[in-house]
């Protein structure tokens, strides 16, 4: 009897996940998943550009020749709506780099660094160090003044034993400065050596201090010594910062019954320049790519418009994206975006996440689907709002934002080199792993642009300041400058 009452409820279960899905669907999800894993060139082409291309760094000559390897490809799929979207921003290359470090100004020892992004054209500064722990407002307030004119020493997360938010290496720069610091050295946190770059500026422009990032073992080694006595840096440092040009890249798929409803799909192309940047973010952008020609290749044409867009600008301050919404603004169009979902080091998706619970039993009941055609689909849902990559400038226009669930590894794996010089194809050694994303995501986008009614809605301008407030976002967006409201 209670065996019969579980079936029961189970079915139930199933019968409500599936209340919003339409039946035709099972048979174009199955469709994707054969074509995904008979014929998913997103593993081939990620091999292929890091090995052809190099990095893609946004405004390079390679940063160019990456615009072009994925508008031709999506040619090559087929599609006759391609275009490429240009924008013209200031944007930051590093130069050299000298960073020493001793017990006198004039007993200093070289150390490995690298210089983080947007910090001053030319720098050459010696200055005291101080360990200000995990670089947040409390460690300075703890400390009165100790910050003034020194060189401050951070850990990128969180110091072991410590509490506290886990703030950007940027959003940690701007306390710096705050507090009067004269130049910031960032401890990586991930083992062997390892070196991060990205940027050091909340708002996409030159901060007025020198910025650096050592590795985690000379970075604890640093804070030992200096619990025994005084310590001495000096950084020396020549960056580019002026105009560059770039261009985003974008495949669009016109809706057959809807297509004033737009739902984006996005993921950023461009890469720092010390390696090829397989993971951070070719898994996410080739991912996407594939999900284009996966789209293509079966004729699909759901009721709402797709567009595929490849992001350049990411690293250095979302600049492709914030191109992208402030066209969008000015022509109108941001009315009809309903959905935007980002790939940025999405690896093996196997769930699906949003930032607005209100979708949840819709990308279930798509789900649910997924799961029954291929069981390594976990089916469960994260309703989550965070910073720092291409959705956030939707998200701040009151666009729902969401994506793929999956893997990025441990700190110590493949995810401990992102931004790093480690950040290469070897590391992207589960080809399955990509099909997953492609297949699973495929599926989500196709549910998304084909249900009749969507669940969810733009945000008017006070319900987005309610939703950034609720998930906490407000201090990261303000030392951003990007919080508009006056409260």
């Not at 409820?9 to 174009?28: D, K, R, V, Y």
């Not at 130049?183 to 940027?199: A, C, E, F, P, R």
């Not at 461009?270 to 898994?283: E, F, K, Q, R, V």
């Not at 819709?362 to 959705?391: C, E, P, Y």
């Amino acid at each position: 009897m209670r065996k019969a009452l579980f079936s029961s409820i189970l079915a139930l279960g199933i019968s409500s996940l599936h209340a919003q899905t339409n039946p035709a669907w099972e048979n174009i999800f199955q469709r994707i998943n054969t074509e995904v894993q008979t014929n998913s060139k997103a593993y081939s082409t990620l091999q292929d550009a890091t090995s052809t291309i190099g990095h893609r760094l946004t405004g390079s000559a390679n940063g160019a020749k990456a615009e072009a390897y994925a508008y031709n490809l999506l040619k090559s799929y087929g599609f006759t709506d391609v275009k490429y979207q240009p924008f013209e921003v200031e944007s930051w290359s590093r130069g050299t780099l000298a960073v020493s470090i001793g017990n006198s100004t004039t007993t200093l020892e070289p150390v490995k660094s690298v210089s983080l992004a947007h910090s001053p054209v030319k720098v050459d500064l010696t200055a005291e160090l101080v360990d200000m722990g995990n670089g947040l407002d409390s460690d300075y307030l703890a400390r009165p003044g100790i910050a003034k004119d020194k060189i401050v020493l951070v850990y990128l997360g969180t110091l072991p034993g410590t509490q506290g938010r886990s703030l950007h290496r940027s959003e940690k720069t701007a306390i710096a400065i705050k507090y009067g610091a004269k130049g910031i050295i960032v401890i990586n946190t991930v083992d062997g050596g390892t070196l991060l770059t990205g940027t050091a500026s909340v708002t996409g422009k030159l901060i007025p201090i020198p910025a650096v990032c050592i590795g985690k073992e000379d970075g604890m080694r640093l804070k030992e010594q200096l619990k025994n006595g005084s310590l001495f840096s000096r950084i020396n440092m020549t960056n580019f910062s002026g105009m560059i040009k770039a261009r985003n890249v974008i495949a669009t798929i016109k809706g057959s019954s809807l297509p004033n409803e737009k739902i984006v799909i996005g993921g950023h192309l461009d890469s720092w320049d010390l390696a090829t940047g397989a993971i951070d973010n070719g898994i996410g952008s080739f991912s996407v790519l594939d999900m284009a020609r996966t789209f293509q290749a079966l004729k699909l044409k759901p009721k709402r418009t797709i567009e595929f867009v490849m992001f350049m600008g990411e690293e250095q301050g979302l600049l492709g994206s914030k191109a992208y919404v402030k066209a969008a603004i000015k022509n109108k169009s941001i009315d009809h975006i309903r959905y935007m979902l980002n790939y940025d080091m999405t690896g093996d998706v196997r769930s699906y996440s949003s930032s607005v619970p209100e979708a949840k039993d819709l990308f279930l009941s798509i789900g649910a689907m997924a799961q029954q055609i291929d069981t390594a689909f976990t089916n469960s849902f994260s309703s989550r709002a965070g910073l720092h990559s291409d959705h956030q400038p939707f998200m701040l226009q009151g666009i729902p934002v969401g994506g793929g669930g999956g893997g990025r590894g441990s700190g110590n794996g493949p995810a401990g080199c992102y931004h790093a010089d480690c950040d290469n194809f070897n590391l992207v050694n589960n080809e399955q792993s990509l099909k997953n994303t492609v297949k699973f995501s495929s599926m989500l986008i196709y549910g998304l642009a084909d249900v009749q009614v969507l669940p969810v809605k733009k945000l008017t301008d006070e319900e987005t300041k309610s939703f950034l407030l609720k998930n906490n976002l407000k201090e990261p967006l303000e030392l951003e400058g990007e919080w508009r409201w006056k409260d």
